[in-house]
Every structure is written in structure tokens, then in C-alpha cells.
T-cell receptor
Framework: EAGVAQSPRYKIIEKRQSVAFWCNPI?????LYWYQQILGQGPKLLIQ????????DSQLPKDRFSAERLKGVDSTLKIQPAKLEDSAVYLC???????????????FGEGSRLTVL | QKEVEQNSGPLSVPEGAIASLNCTYS??????FFWYRQYSGKSPELIMS????GDKEDGRFTAQLNKASQYVSLLIRDSQPSDSATYLC??????????????FGSGTQLTVLP
């Protein structure tokens, strides 16, 4: 079974430039998450989709970050304009979803490491 | 704002010892609790889940949950150098409908010394 695919793996940009990250979840996984992980910290949820609807985006800096999940499959996270503090690993994860609790397992991609200079 | 607190460490234990990792959470409505392991430069992977008060054992790992104290712990017995990683506590709660959300702690870095 193919895992969560993310690209690019690494990106270096200058502040005020824009960047986009792509994620393709595991086939059949209804829920897709974008997490930001700054070095030395735990993952912080940016946005959560269930199918193609947004479930939670309360921690997404909407003045510069945007995300979409067209057709309920793959997703794109965009940052424009980037700031120095956006340097982090952007993790995409997916999970099965149901009416009850399952294993709670999120399947993470390899991540996209962003460096803003 | 849901919060999950962990001692950042680093925690060092000798090979063969028991490593004890702790986590507290703020949301009393939380219903599921997880431990993820993250090797340096890699993505998190689930190692334990626990849903009810008490202990849950899986091989060398034991998760302990005390909802009254809002406390979760992970014990690693017979620690091995390959256990050296950052351990992330994650707490789950329901959002609207059937959706759930996981909030992660900042992680505890564990080093097992040969």
C-alpha cells in the first residue's frame, strides 16, 4: 500500500516569496491534515479536511497561508508571502474516519522542509 | 486552546533500564491518547494508543492513563539504543460530527546509552 506522498522534500526561499506544498494521502483516507513542525517542537495542526471540507483551520495564519483539497483527494498548502518564522517541516497526514474511534493512527508523509532566508 | 505538556528532556537512560515519559493535558473532554515516536529527520509513527484508565502493555511498552489527574505516561522496559528518539504525546477529542482532532505535545527526547 502506497503511503502519504509529499513534495517537494526541501525548499529554500527568501522572505516575502511564495511556496506551495503538495500532498497525496493514502487511497481511501477521508481525513487529511497539515501540520507545521518547528525544530525542537511538536507538530502543530494548521488545517484539517474531511473529504473536501474544512473541519478545523483555527490555527492557520490565514493572512499568508491557504490550503485546498480539491475533489477530496490531494491537497495543496500555500504560503504567500513567507516569513522567517515559517521555516519548519510541513507534515501532511491522513487517516481513516468513522463514527467511532479507531486506532487514532495518523499516517504521516516524509514532510517538506522549508527554509526561509 | 487545548494543551498537551511534556518534559522536553533530554532524558538519558542506560541500556536495559526503564525509561519513563510523562504527559499532562488540559482538555477534560479528551477521549483518546497516543504515543508517537519520531526519529531524527523522520516523521512520527504511532507506537501506543490508550482509551481507558489503567495500564496497557504492548511488548516492552506500557501506556498508563489517569483521566482524573489528566495524566498519561509511557514506560519503556529493557531500553535499547534503537529506542533513542523523540516521543510525542498526542491527545484526541471529537470535533463536530464524527471528526476527531489530535493535539501533540512538544515531545521528550530520549537517549539510551549503550
Amino acid at each position: 500500500e502506497a503511503g502519504v506522498a509529499q513534495s517537494p522534500r526541501y525548499k529554500i526561499i527568501e522572505k516575502r516569496q511564495s511556496v506551495a506544498f503538495w500532498c497525496n494521502p493514502i487511497s481511501g483516507h477521508a481525513t487529511l491534515y497539515w501540520y507545521q513542525q518547528i525544530l525542537g517542537q511538536g507538530p502543530k495542526l494548521l488545517i484539517q479536511f474531511q473529504n473536501n471540507g474544512v473541519v478545523d483551520d483555527s490555527q492557520l495564519p490565514k493572512d499568508r497561508f491557504s490550503a485546498e483539497r480539491l475533489k477530496g483527494v490531494d491537497s495543496t498548502l500555500k504560503i504567500q508571502p513567507a516569513k522567517l518564522e515559517d521555516s519548519a517541516v510541513y507534515l501532511c497526514a491522513s487517516s481513516l474516519e468513522g463514527l467511532g474511534w479507531d486506532t487514532g493512527e495518523l499516517f504521516f508523509g516524509e514532510g517538506s522542509r522549508l527554509t526561509v532566508l | 486552546q487545548k494543551e498537551v505538556e511534556q518534559n522536553s528532556g533530554p532524558l538519558s537512560v542506560p541500556e536495559g533500564a526503564i525509561a519513563s515519559l510523562n504527559c499532562t493535558y488540559s482538555d477534560r473532554g479528551s477521549q483518546s491518547f497516543f504515543w508517537y515516536r519520531q526519529y531524527s529527520g523522520k516523521s512520527p509513527e504511532l507506537i501506543m494508543s490508550i482509551y481507558s484508565n489503567g495500564d496497557k502493555e504492548d511488548g516492552r511498552f506500557t501506556a498508563q492513563l489517569n483521566k482524573a489527574s489528566q495524566y498519561v505516561s509511557l514506560l519503556i522496559r529493557d531500553s535499547q539504543p534503537s529506542d533513542s528518539a523523540t516521543y510525542l504525546c498526542a491527545v484526541g477529542a471529537f470535533l463536530a460530527g464524527s471528526a476527531r482532532q489530535l493535539t501533540f505535545g512538544s515531545g521528550t527526547q530520549l537517549t539510551v546509552l549503550p
